[in-house]
């Protein structure tokens, strides 16, 4: 194990106790079963057990896969469509069959619920990011669950959000969580692939989500989930930047109330005391256009000494992208250095690159001198 990997050295039950706010994300494989069907029994828990957080005065919010795996059992499907189209139908019967599981199961405790579908326009776009936001919270404030789900009947492939583990990452920043718990189909994360290795150990507590740890991650494991561990790692280590903490569980045997009651159960992410604010989240969640890429000289100007990114220290252009769109800033060798909010389009930067910011109004008529990047609108990563 690493120096991020360490035993238990915190006392769960006393880090929860101020827990207002839980985002719990169910993966396919805990709301399906074998057979593509619906798992009634884990989402009526889940409907008891939200009830009784409400009364204690915790609200929780809702990220549910599950759609396409009940499309596929009333479809007679053996395997995830690969196609578009048929991932669209398949989705589309399969959401009105899970939020009509979710609507019964909470209305035995009196709890209306909200159906949120997310695409990554939603996600990328900064009014429509807002926009998911302000109907998070309405529905929270009003005593609603919300229900959200990556939008898979309208999404095509460039919309897509990739996994509902991302999602849940966002969800927790969106509506400002102190608490993500992911439940899935294992009991958390361990030190090797416990099918591979039979000495694998669990791993109850990691302080960051560092690189060594999701090289060491798999990939997804199954026809139906498209998350694997290291998407989860992936969503703990967003959670976490926002100041959150993080929760993987198995889902089948672990309740959500068990895991604020402070059980060692599954794997806690703790959250980065230095955390990004809101906008920041944004733009490091938020999905490049394309990237460009700096000399050591920039390299060390924007990641050390916080500086913008100015022309003279671009080396190249990577894909093509329009002004006020996000990009990467790559070093030479390839490394991501940081992402923000770029004011050129990717030919004009193609044209000013390796010039000084006084030369631009010349070359780009009527345009201003500007940096590239604004630092106000980067992160460096």
Known sequence: MSVSEQDISTDRSSLFQGVKRVVVKLGTRVVTVHDYTLNLRIIERLAC????????????????????????????????????????????????LLMNAYK??????????????????????????????????????????PVVNENDSVAVEEMKVGDNDRISALVAHLVDAELLVILTDVEGLYSGDPALRGDAELIREVSSVTKDLLDRAGSAGSAV?????????????????????????????????????????????????????????WIVNSRKKGAVVIDQGAADAVGERGKSLLPSGILAVRGKFEAGEMIGVEGDDGTEVARGLVRYGSGDVRKIL????????????????????????????
């Open 49 to 96: 057990e939200v009830s009784q957080l409400t009364k204690a005065g915790i609200q929780v919010a809702v990220v549910s896969s599950g759609a396409v795996g009940a499309g596929m059992g009333r479809l007679g499907l053996k395997e995830r469509p690969r196609k578009i189209p048929e991932l669209q139908a398949t989705a589309a019967v399969g959401q009105g």
């Open 354 to 381: 390796g010039r000084k910011t006084s030369e631009i109004p010349e070359i780009l008529t009527g345009m201003p001198g500007e940096e590239v990047i604004h630092r106000d609108d980067m992160v460096v990563l």
């Open 225 to 281: 989930s498209l998350g694997g561990m290291r998407a989860k790692l992936q969503a703990a280590e967003s959670a976490t930047s926002g100041g959150r903490m993080t929760v993987i569980a198995n889902g089948h045997n672990t309740g959500l109330s068990e895991i604020l009651e402070g059980k060692e159960v599954g794997t806690l992410f703790l959250a980065d005391k230095r955390h990004l604010n809101d906008r920041k989240l």
């Open 104 to 145: 019964l199961a909470f209305r035995e405790f009196q709890l209306p619920i909200g159906q949120v579908l997310i695409t990554a326009e939603d996600l990328d776009d900064r009014q429509r990011y807002v926009n998911a936001r302000n109907t998070l919270e309405a529905l929270l404030r009003l005593g609603a669950v």
